[in-house]
């Protein structure tokens, strides 16, 4: 099988028309020639590659920050772990001090256990309105008790020191009369905390005609909002504004 080869065949009146042009035009037909085929090559190929090179080469100081960046940021990785894990067990010790909406009532059972563990006598014990203040309620707690001296102020103490926030203020006490009931005085050898009871056991040392104090005070625990608690308070505002 045979191939055909392509041939272009040039009219010989060309040459002779060349051939008869001066030297100078000889030349620029010569230049023509080589410039034509020069500039193609240029603007079609050469030129857009050129521009993305020049692109590339612009973009690598950007991207080799960016790598010293990364390798930075992963040096620290492991502090940054660290930190989220204290941040976690910080996260988590506040939750046990301002418990959810749904915890309150254990707590206030908590505190009216303390009082009867000290064997007060309540009057009255009255949650009230909560009070809203940014991320956080606060829950105040009316409360009213009689008892001896020192089996209120160890209530106080043992309140003080729970697991949740709570705060006693607006302390009041008075109205001291002496009882005729026999109340028992238990010391505590770790806290040296004075209790009493009415209850009397073998082993406590019991006296008759002790003074009895009525105290009015507020307890106030505290609870985080919840985010759509937090949500409806930012709309709540923005009305307000309006």
Same mark, same amino acid.
């Given at each position: 099988m045979r191939?055909?080869?392509? @041939?272009?065949k040039?009219p $010989? @009146? ?9 030297t ?6 010569f230049?023509?020639?080589w ?18 090179? +020049? ?5 690598? $100081?950007?991207?080799e920050t960016? %790598?010293?960046?990364?390798? =930075?940021?992963?040096?620290q ?8 894990n ?7 010790r506040?939750l046990?001090l301002?418990?959810t909406k749904?915890?309150?009532p ?7 256990t303390?009082g *009867?563990e000290? &064997? ?5 014990f ?7 203040? #940014?991320?956080? =309620? ?5 409360? %009213? %008790?009689?008892? $001896?001296? &020192?089996n209120t102020l160890t ?7 729970m697991?949740?926030? %709570? &705060?006693i203020?607006?302390?009041?006490? #008075?109205g001291a009369k002496q !009882?005729?009931?026999i109340? !028992?005085?238990?010391v +505590?050898?770790?806290?040296?905390n004075?209790t009493?009871?009415?209850n009397?056991n073998? *082993? ?5 005609g002790?003074?009895?104090i009525? @105290?009015?005070?507020? =307890?106030? @625990? ?5 985010? !759509?608690?937090?949500e ?6 923005? &009305?307000r504004?309006?």
């Amino acid at each position: 099988m045979r191939t055909q080869q392509l @041939t272009i065949k040039i009219p $010989p @009146t060309v040459f002779e028309f060349v051939y008869q042009l001066e030297t100078w035009q000889k030349l620029a037909i010569f230049a023509i020639s080589w410039l034509i085929p020069i500039l193609l090559f240029w603007f079609l190929f050469l030129g857009p590659k050129i521009d993305q090179l +020049n692109n590339l080469n612009n973009q690598i $100081p950007r991207l080799e920050t960016q %790598v010293n960046i990364l390798e =930075a940021k992963a040096k620290q990785l492991p502090l940054i772990k660290e930190e989220l894990n204290l941040m976690q067990e910080i996260l988590k010790r506040a939750l046990q001090l301002l418990p959810t909406k749904k915890d309150i009532p254990s707590v206030l059972t908590q505190i009216s256990t303390l009082g *009867n563990e000290c &064997h007060l006598e309540f009057i009255s014990f009255q949650p009230k309105k909560e009070q809203i203040k #940014g991320f956080y =309620a606060a829950i105040p707690v009316s409360i %009213v %008790v009689q008892g $001896p001296f &020192h089996n209120t102020l160890t209530f106080f103490d043992k309140v003080t020191r729970m697991a949740r926030i %709570v &705060h006693i203020k607006s302390v009041d006490m #008075g109205g001291a009369k002496q !009882s005729k009931a026999i109340w !028992s005085q238990t010391v +505590n050898n770790k806290t040296n905390n004075t209790t009493s009871n009415k209850n009397i056991n073998s *082993n406590e040392q019991t006296s008759t005609g002790n003074w009895i104090i009525k @105290t009015t005070c507020q =307890a106030i @625990t505290y609870r985080f909002l919840t985010k !759509s608690e937090i949500e409806q308070q930012k709309k709540n505002k923005h &009305h307000r504004k309006r």
